[in-house]
């Protein structure tokens, strides 16, 4: 058995940071609880019974390392603030493990083992990469893809999307033609400015307050409640109420002669409190009830 790294040579560019998307925010700190943990690495087996040209999957994996920022990224936290670095030169080794030497069952038992060991490597978010490729050949015209990712930057709908155009770049570059796949229109740094820009803004601030169960906002409590006319509406007909629901006294009054929690019984009790609940709740009532 034998190992080879393949990698592929990439033109240099900018760096570019950005501040974490809230799902990246809580994997990050998901990461820093469990330094070591598996739990969000996301792995892929790929069965090809067919020669392969090894430098033209080198190459159609970088090129789809570059094609998607999420793939090329890492995340750091500078001065307390979350932020994923975008490395669009950033290459990833394609490691080739010679299997051929071995019987048909010693090759079962060490892909087997090739596979758990794999998906038990852990993630170094901050060195990166996020993405790893083995290439187990068992033949001439036998391999066996690895590919894992970390869920910080994919989930499982994106890693089969990966291979998806890995097999189109693999294609295309085998037999000597450019890059099939179009331009993206949109990063998922893109997205993640947007979502900036809307919990900075007066639409997440009003969700936000909608949100706070606490009294510590008042405006936002008192314009939840009735308006004036209504309220006076409920207090006209309480012995309307009180009649359908079984009561002599108002709330109130009860409220003033026992415990707070007996001004509640006569809801809880008499011939159709139930009904008079619900229509009270809905704001309707009958006819003879006016």
Request: aromatic content about 6%; overall charge positive.
């Amino acid at each position: 058995m034998s190992m080879t790294v393949f990698h592929d040579t990439t033109a240099q560019r900018d760096v570019k940071v950005f501040p974490m998307s809230l799902a990246q925010e809580g994997l990050w700190l998901l990461d820093q609880l469990q330094p070591d943990s598996t739990l969000n690495t996301l792995s892929a087996t790929v069965h090809v019974k067919k020669a392969l040209n090894i430098q033209a999957l080198a190459r159609s994996l970088n090129t789809l390392v570059q094609r998607h920022d999420a793939l090329c990224t890492t995340f750091q936290e500078r001065e307390g603030q979350l932020l994923q670095v975008i490395t669009p030169s950033l290459s990833i080794p394609l490691s080739l493990i010679d299997l051929q030497g071995l019987s048909e069952a010693q090759q079962e038992a060490e892909v087997l083992r090739l596979v758990s060991e794999e998906a038990r490597r852990p993630f170094d978010l901050i060195q990166g990469p996020l993405m790893r490729a083995c290439l187990l050949q068992l033949g001439a015209e036998e391999h066996i893809l690895l590919l894992s990712i970390h869920h910080i930057v994919g989930d499982r709908w994106s890693l089969g999307m990966c291979l998806h155009e890995l097999i189109s770049l693999y294609e295309a570059f085998s037999r000597g033609q450019f890059s099939p796949l179009p331009e993206l229109p949109l990063s998922y740094a893109d997205v993640t400015l947007q979502q900036q820009a809307w919990l900075q803004g007066d639409t997440a601030a009003g969700q936000l307050r909608k949100k706070c169960r606490t009294p510590a906002r008042p405006a936002w409590w008192r314009s939840q409640r009735l308006p004036a006319h209504r309220r006076a509406d409920i207090r006209r007909s309480w012995s309307r109420w009180a009649a359908a629901i079984g009561s002599k006294s108002p709330p109130v009054r009860a409220a003033g002669r026992r415990n707070p929690k007996d001004c509640v019984r006569p809801l809880r009790s008499g011939p159709g409190c139930e009904r008079a609940h619900r229509l009270r709740r809905s704001g309707q009532c009958r006819p003879e009830w006016r």
